[in-house]
Every structure is written in structure tokens, then in C-alpha cells.
């Protein structure tokens, strides 16, 4: 733990502590080896305030460029948020779509120009770009962006990279083009009563040591039908691993838009007319009422709904392989239609 002390002689003092980890031996700073219990910080070189805080987190330099000046130019300096930015990001870029397209919206891939020119930005920059505006990559059916707060690699599997069994089929699903979402095509289902849709990645795609969640992002038709009440088994785990962790939700898109919590800008969508009480569908009532099983309105106005979790190893534990998540409802036999998937999203769970 290291100690600055903000201000000198008969000025008021404060303290402020920055702890480096035992494990952190490569990026250990020179200015350790001076056997003072307090440093002050007009002395302190930026250089060191810079290496100490970038064995912090991405949130923690920003909360530390607000204690003075020097902490501020350290805290924003490329030396920080080198250390923050994957390594291998720069190779992910390299795979960018040729056909990301130019938007000012936060959720909307980013165009070439914004990211792959990034010797033009500082690394602050480029790393805030990746944060706010995926990026399209896999010729534009996967988005790769970052979680803020840490720096974890996020990631979003188009529903053309999905397989849903009988998307080719027309009288079952049909592919459409949508302005808010980030990929070219979404799947829209027209009539189904086995639903089945997967999605793969690879596990060195992900950041090690990390805990993930996988999320369904849809939306529904004005005539979505057969999905209240119906019960979806998902599961998220290693293809040829252990047993996946098995849940179940519901895609009941209208309890979702009325009771989950909306974040960010923009009216809040009305609810919408349910075929199968027209219709006469019926469908089991859950047991139950568990808000975590339903769908929650995003920032983009899609809806997400959570699929599980997977903790992804560090180093050579993990191996190669890939992470499967499902989404099935094959059980029930009731008719449903009016869903639209946009894709699988990666992210890391956020610590609360």
C-alpha cells in the first residue's frame, strides 16, 4: 500500500492509498524500493503515479484523475489504458466488417473509421470507442466491444451465426432488416411449435478469470403469440464438458416491457396484442412468479432475456473448446410466432 499525501508544509493533508497485489510482481513501480512510510506527492513522477494506477481498474483511474492534477494527467495517459485494453484487441480489429456502417448511437456498431484508425486516438479514446459502440467483426455476424468498469471482452452473436432449426425455411422464419439493430439481418419467426435456436464461441475469444452471462436480445410482432406462460429451457456450458448449467424462462415480451426496469432514454413501449387470446391457445401458468425469468428492457429498446452463466478459466485450465447456449421450447407442442432475435450476447457479469 503505498500513501501520498496531497499538499506539503503547514498545508492541510490528505491521504490517499493505492494498493498493488502480491501477484502483481511484473508491474511492481521502482518507486517501491523507497522506505518511506509516506511520499509526497509534489515529489511523486508521473510516471509512477501512472504505473500504480494501472494496476488499478479502468473506473478506479477515473475516480483517481479528480485528486490533483498529476493524478489526472497519469490517470489519462496511454501508459494507463494500454494496460486496460486487451492485447489482443488490436488482431480483433483487424477482422472489422467492411460494412460496419457510420452511427451516433451509443448501441450501434462502430464504422471503420471510428476504431480501426487508432493510432489517431489516445488509448483513452480508443478504449471509451469500444466501450460505447460494438464493433462488427466475423464478416459482420458477431459485434466485439468492452465492458466499461473492467475491460472484459463482450460479445454478440447475430442470429445469422445462430442455429435455429428451420431458419431457412420460410413458412417457419423469415430474415428481415431492422434500423436498430446492429447487424444487417434478424430472424423473425413466423409459426413454429419446436423452437430451438444455439450459439457457439470460443472460449480464448473470452477474457480469462472472468464470469460471464449469456442473454437472448429479441423483440416481438404487435401479433406475437404462444409465449406467455409457455416455459423455455436454456443452458449455458462446454461443448464436451460438464453438464451446462439448465434454467427456465419465459419470453413473454409484454410482462417484460411492463414490469422490468428501463434504463436510458425514450418512451416505454405500450404492450402488445397476444394472438392466442384470439386464437385460443393455451398454455400452462407457472408456478411461480420470478421476475429474473423474464425479459428486461435494454438501453437500445430491445429486450434481453438472461440464459445463464459460465466462469471462464484462466491460462491453460480452460483449454480450447467452445461455449454452447441454448434456447429451446420442443416439450410443450403449442404454436408460436411473432419473435425476433437479433442475437446471443456475452457479456461479464457486473459486480454490484
Known amino acids: 500500500m503505498f500513501k501520498f499525501i496531497l499538499g506539503g508544509g503547514s498545508q492541510k493533508k490528505t491521504d490517499v492509498g493505492v494498493g498493488v497485489g502480491e501477484e502483481e510482481e511484473e508491474g511492481r513501480i521502482s518507486c517501491e524500493t523507497v522506505m518511506v512510510d509516506h511520499i509526497d506527492l509534489q515529489n511523486l513522477p508521473e510516471g509512477c503515479i501512472a504505473n500504480v494506477v494501472s494496476l488499478t481498474t479502468p473506473r478506479d483511474a477515473c475516480r483517481l484523475s479528480s485528486v490533483s492534477r498529476s493524478f489526472k494527467s497519469a490517470s489519462e495517459s496511454d501508459a494507463v489504458w494500454d494496460r486496460f485494453i486487451p492485447p489482443e484487441t488490436h488482431t480483433i480489429l483487424s477482422l472489422q466488417s467492411p460494412s460496419s456502417s457510420v452511427s451516433s448511437s451509443p448501441s450501434s456498431p462502430s464504422s471503420p473509421s471510428s476504431t480501426s484508425n487508432s ?11 469500444l466501450c460505447d459502440n460494438p464493433v462488427l467483426i466475423e464478416q459482420g455476424k458477431m459485434s466485439f466491444s468492452l465492458e466499461k468498469s473492467s475491460g472484459k471482452k463482450c460479445y454478440m452473436i447475430s442470429a445469422r451465426a445462430l442455429s435455429i432449426v428451420w431458419a431457412d425455411t420460410p413458412h417457419y422464419w423469415k430474415w428481415i432488416s431492422l434500423p436498430d439493430s446492429r447487424f444487417e439481418e434478424v430472424a423473425e419467426l413466423v409459426s413454429v411449435c419446436w423452437l430451438e435456436i444455439r450459439g457457439k464461441i470460443g472460449r480464448r475469444m473470452l477474457s480469462p478469470s472472468t464470469l460471464y452471462k449469456a442473454y437472448l436480445v429479441f423483440k416481438s410482432t404487435a401479433g406475437a403469440y404462444g409465449f406467455d406462460h409457455q416455459p423455455v429451457e436454456v ?16 419470453l413473454d415480451a409484454e410482462r417484460g416491457q411492463n414490469t422490468a426496469y428501463h434504463i436510458g432514454p425514450g418512451p416505454r413501449r405500450t404492450g402488445l396484442i397476444n394472438r392466442r387470446h384470439f386464437l385460443g391457445f393455451q398454455s400452462s401458468q407457472p408456478r411461480e412468479i420470478n421476475e429474473a425469468q423474464y425479459p428486461k428492457e435494454r438501453d437500445d429498446g430491445w429486450l434481453e432475456i438472461e440464459l445463464g452463466e459460465f466462469f471462464c478459466q484462466g491460462g491453460e485450465d480452460g483449454g480450447d473448446g467452445e461455449l454452447e447456449v441454448a434456447c429451446l421450447e420442443v416439450t410443450g407442442g403449442h404454436w408460436k410466432g411473432g419473435l425476433i432475435v437479433q442475437g446471443i450476447e456475452i457479456r461479464p457479469k457486473i459486480k454490484d
Open 119 to 129: 493510432k489517431s486516438k489516445s488509448k483513452k479514446e480508443l478504449y471509451l470507442t
Open 235 to 250: 443452458s449455458v456450458g462446454m461443448l464436451g464438458g460438464e453438464e451446462p448449467t439448465r434454467g427456465t424462462v419465459f
